[in-house]
């Protein structure tokens, strides 16, 4: 069964403490991987897109990673605004169509 | 204004009544998603849609209704809302099934039923 695990659930840093967050995934054929981060209250918003592995993609103190089994999401020098909860999600073939199917998500607090 | 809005952003209802959560997008994307959020749970899929007049179910479609006559709006429809039904609910869009800049989600209606 295809399927999408992060861990760990939670993660607490102090400001300047670089870490990495883990997103596993079991399908065949992997079309792509997205990784979001979501705020309190808010909808998830777009971060990077993954297609294959060896791929790398940056933004700021975030670098998303992608293996042929998982991909990392490091924080670098982590500020508190970086405070968020990070999803993974993953197409699954469903009908013809793809699925975005998303893992439980890592909660990160970055203490100042 | 460009995007995707739901509405309501919140709503209070009582068991065994109807609700409708709207959701409208303004890009002409193809594909649809209704999500529900919950502690412990993360997002799951409840319908999402292909293109107007297209709808599947998805992980949880029980006690859910969906129809998109218009590629723009998406309403999901709960038809005898139940206290499980309790939740933050996440519409989104994307232009393709494997979108280069990801699927664009909205801020969310967040029901009670009490």
Redesign the interface.
Known sequence: EDQVTQSPEALRLQEGESSSLNCSYTVSGL??L?W?RQDP???????F?LYSAGEEKEKERLKATLTKKESFLHITAPKPEDSATY?C?V?IP????????????TSLIVHP | DAGITQSPRYKITETGRQVTLMCHQTWSHSYMFWYRQDLGHGLRLIYYSAAADITDKGEVPDGYVVSRSKTENFPLTLESATRSQTSVYFCASSEAGIPNYGYTFGSGTRLTVV
């Open positions: 079309r792509g997205f979001y209250g808010k909808g998830p918003e777009f971060l897109t999803l999600a197409p469903s009908g013809g169509s793809y699925i975005p199917t998303f893992g439980r998500g």
